[in-house]
């Protein structure tokens, strides 16, 4: 499945180009193009692009996850102070002086083995705001075929056999007067 949005906006914190959102039945990955967060009134975040993926191995059973950032960096007063990885390793911290925390390619493992991967993670300091941005999520996978009737196959499965069964016999029977008559 796919999902598109034009454009996102949050006023005055974060705007945004296209949004393409991807999931399957392993795997998950976003992207945001031209993500331009404020994070003060001097302080802003921008990139080109930015994405992140996950997926789960149904052969090992293990669950990973990446992040790529096009063109990031941190700017004040519009001019850029600091690059932001192109490929960071997981849980890769940036702190900003007196403004933000960044965490680029921000993994989390919830205890059902779900994992989180956001592409760029910040906290602003001295208060409870947090801007997310590139966001995955996958878990283990259960890849068996369901039936449609959970629990209730054998009762289908011995009904559509009596059904047959009478049917077969009705015709039959419904075939040998046909004969005797005929005769």
């Known amino acids: ?23 399957g039945p392993t795997t998950a990955s976003t992207r945001v193009a031209n993500p331009d967060a404020t994070l003060t009134g001097r302080v802003g975040l921008r990139a080109t692009a930015v994405t992140s ?7 090992t059973g293990v669950v990973t996850g ?14 850029a102070t600091s690059t932001l990885a192109a490929n960071p390793p997981p849980n890769t911290t940036i702190t900003v002086p007196g403004v933000a925390t960044v965490i680029l390619n921000r993994q989390t493992t919830a205890g059902d083995g779900t994992l989180t991967v956001t592409a760029i993670y910040v906290n ?3 208060s409870t705001q947090t801007l997310a941005i590139g966001t995955s999520v996958c878990n283990a996978a259960n890849l068996a075929p369901v039936p449609i ?10 009904g559509g056999l009596g059904l047959l069964l009478f049917g077969g016999l009705g015709y039959r029977a419904s075939r040998r007067r046909k004969l005797e008559t005929a005769a």
């Not at 499945?1 to 999931?23: C, E, K, P, W, Y």
């Not at 993926?53 to 052969?59: K, L, Q, V, W």
């Not at 990446?66 to 001019?79: E, L, M, P, Q």
């Open 66 to 79: 990446t992040a790529t950032i096009s063109n990031g960096r941190v700017t004040v007063g519009g001019v």
């Open 124 to 126: 602003l300091l001295r």
């Open 149 to 158: 009737l959970p629990g209730k196959s054998l009762e289908l499965t011995l």
């Open 1 to 23: 499945m796919i999902l598109q949005r034009l454009l996102s906006i949050i006023a005055g914190l974060l705007t945004t180009g296209v949004v393409t959102d991807t999931a």
């Open 53 to 59: 993926s996950c997926s789960f191995n149904a052969n």
